[in-house]
């Protein structure tokens, strides 16, 4: 099972320093990422009706448009 995202505010820091500089790839989303953007989604919200819409509309939106955002040489997720 996936753990929840790490959120430090040393993350945080990094990858808001990294944004700002423009080092983010704004990219489609691909089957790789659906379970981080799961993680993510459950650790946003208090239950997990959101992650589970979004799984609902990656199998039934036509057209589903799901973008991921990479912010370069940062460690997004750590798992337990």
């Given amino acids: 099972m996936m753990s929840a995202v790490d959120c430090s505010d ?3 820091h990094d990858i808001w320093s ?3 500089r423009g080092d983010v790839l704004v990219r489609a989303e691909n089957k790789g990422d659906r379970g981080i ?3 993510i989604s459950l650790s946003a919200f ?3 009706s959101e992650a589970d819409l979004v799984d609902v509309l990656r199998q039934q939106a ?3 448009i799901s973008l991921v955002a990479e912010v370069e040489e940062t460690e997004i997720t750590k798992w337990r």
Avoid: M, N, V
């Fill in 10 to 12: 040393s993350l945080i």
């Fill in 18 to 20: 990294k944004t700002s």
């Fill in 37 to 39: 953007i799961r993680a």
């Fill in 46 to 48: 208090e239950t997990s």
């Fill in 62 to 64: 036509d057209p589903f």
